[in-house]
């Protein structure tokens, strides 16, 4: 399974995770599980998972190091300001807040499956190599960075 370590662009992996919601949403409609305002939780989530998703991107730019996720080690800072105070990994947490978002549209079983397998899918495949080589690059700051901050939230 390591042949899959740092190999899909989280945002590549973000797009097709989109591609069994949308369908289960569309096709599936017996899967269905509606909640009281759940349009308004898929609003909130879109929104908010956006935010976040953008404001990271911006952080790093403003480091001037590479959005790149495959490419840890290339990385010439660790940011641990704004977002990242809170959640080492608020990008992901962006790109997950969305997809819930969508698929608390539909409020589809299948959907939320999806969610969980994506988020499981980064932790395995693409957080925790990540997480490797910036202990390697950074050394002791990044670990007592990690041991300060969550992973996710």
Same mark, same amino acid.
């Given at each position: /399974? ?6 899909? %662009? ?14 289960? *949403?569309? #096709?599936?409609?017996?899967?269905? $599980?509606? @909640?009281? *305002? ?14 976040? $998703? ?17 490419? %840890? ?10 977002? &990242?105070?809170?959640?080492?990994? %608020? /990008? =992901?947490? *962006? /790109? ?8 608390? #549209? ?5 959907? =939320?499956?999806?969610?969980?397998? @994506?988020?499981? =899918? ?6 925790? %190599? ?7 690059? @950074?050394?002791?700051? &990044?670990?007592? &960075? ?5 992973? #996710?939230?």
């Amino acid at each position: /399974m390591s042949a899959l370590e740092l190999k899909v %662009p989280p945002l590549a992996l973000t797009a097709l995770a989109l591609v069994p919601i949308l369908a289960a *949403g569309q #096709w599936l409609q017996v899967a269905e $599980l509606p @909640f009281p *305002g759940h349009r308004v939780v898929s609003i909130v989530a879109l929104v908010i998972g956006l935010t976040i $998703l953008f404001g990271a991107a911006l952080q790093f730019r403003l480091q001037h190091t590479t959005l790149d996720p495959r490419v %840890p080690a290339k990385a010439s800072e660790f940011v641990a300001k704004g977002l &990242y105070r809170f959640s080492r990994n %608020p /990008m =992901y947490l *962006g /790109m997950s807040l969305v997809l819930f978002g969508v698929v608390a #549209w539909r409020s589809n079983g299948v959907g =939320y499956l999806v969610v969980v397998i @994506f988020c499981g =899918y980064l932790t395995e495949f693409q957080i925790g %190599p990540e997480e490797r080589a910036l202990e390697r690059v @950074f050394g002791s700051e &990044y670990l007592a &960075y990690k041991s300060r901050v969550r992973r #996710w939230i």
